[in-house]
């Protein structure tokens, strides 16, 4: 009964002392805090958001599930359960840096290369703007050609990751971007129709690359894998890969780790001038 009087009175001693510290936290709360808690609350959405369609968001999930645990055992004074759980979040944090590390890689490579502002940041902006608006206007006349046809194409239209990796995987063209050209190369008798070509700097420059295919294992079974490697591709760059289905003809778009569906000539046109060209110049 003591046992039980004692660890009563250290629950609400516990408890006591929180609302204390949630009194105090409120009492000198300053703009300095507001601060704190915004950017707080911004980078933890856009790491939710950035691990939210990836394999690794699962196990983030369940690392929260053990820190709330932890929390509450040290709240309620549960030494040996808060004893256990503490113990591995300590030896996890090298585990999760080693599990985490094609995720971390990927975000840091975006930070870098400052994706977030797009492409028409410098330069002869107005050159740019014409190169690139033509460009889109031949894939999206020869992607409605090879929809019509129901013939398979896999099209990257790289921002600001570089994909000189994925570049080399193909043969090196280095070719304005041509409707009439494109139809030929993912003609199913060509010898390069199966890999995917590569947009960099408003020109062809390589065909029959080999992209990454995604390690997700949510996604519907029908997608074949032009759209798996679509997706992968999208996981690991910035950049906008268009997909034309062989079964269907369907149009389908991978961008920052998903797949939209059910795009024609019109709608795909604005889709690129809005990420390509920025949104103000969206038609």
């Not at 290369?113 to 006349?141: E, P, W």
């Not at 990257?156 to 063209?173: M, N, P, Q």
């Not at 369907?250 to 961008?255: D, F, L, N, Q, R």
Request: charged content about 20%.
């Amino acid at each position: 009964m003591n046992t039980l009087l004692k660890a009563s009175v250290g629950i609400g001693d516990s408890f006591r002392a929180f609302f204390t510290s949630v009194k105090d936290a409120f009492i000198n709360f300053g703009v300095a805090d507001a601060f704190d808690i915004l950017l707080l609350a911004t980078l933890l959405f856009i790491a939710f958001k950035f691990l939210k369609s990836r394999k690794a968001g699962a196990l983030l999930i369940g690392v929260a599930v053990i820190v709330v645990l932890t929390l509450i055992a040290f709240a309620f004074g549960l030494n040996a359960t808060y004893y256990i759980f503490s113990s591995i979040l300590k030896i996890g944090v090298l585990a999760l840096i080693i599990i985490f590390q094609p995720e971390i890689r990927d975000a840091l490579e975006k930070l870098g290369t400052g994706s977030v502002n797009g492409i028409m940041n410098f330069g002869d902006q107005k050159k740019k703007r014409l190169l690139y608006t033509k460009a889109i206007d031949q894939i999206c006349s020869a992607v409605n050609d090879l929809s019509r046809t129901k013939t398979g194409a896999l099209i990257v239209f790289s921002r600001t990751v570089k994909l000189d990796e994925i570049i080399e995987t193909g043969i090196s063209l280095n070719a304005d971007v041509n409707s009439f050209l494109l139809r030929n190369i993912f003609f199913n008798k060509a010898p390069l129709h199966d890999g995917a070509v590569v947009i960099d700097d408003a020109k062809i420059a390589a065909a029959g690359c080999l992209l990454p295919l995604t390690r997700r294992t949510d996604l519907d079974g029908d997608l074949g894998t032009r759209h798996r490697a679509a997706i992968g591709m999208s996981e690991t760059s910035d950049a906008i890969i268009i997909v034309v289905s062989e079964e269907t003809g369907t149009i389908s778009v991978a961008y920052d780790c998903t797949l939209t569906r059910d795009y024609n000539a019109e709608s795909l046109r604005h889709f690129l001038m809005k990420k390509i060209v920025r949104k103000s110049d969206a038609k």
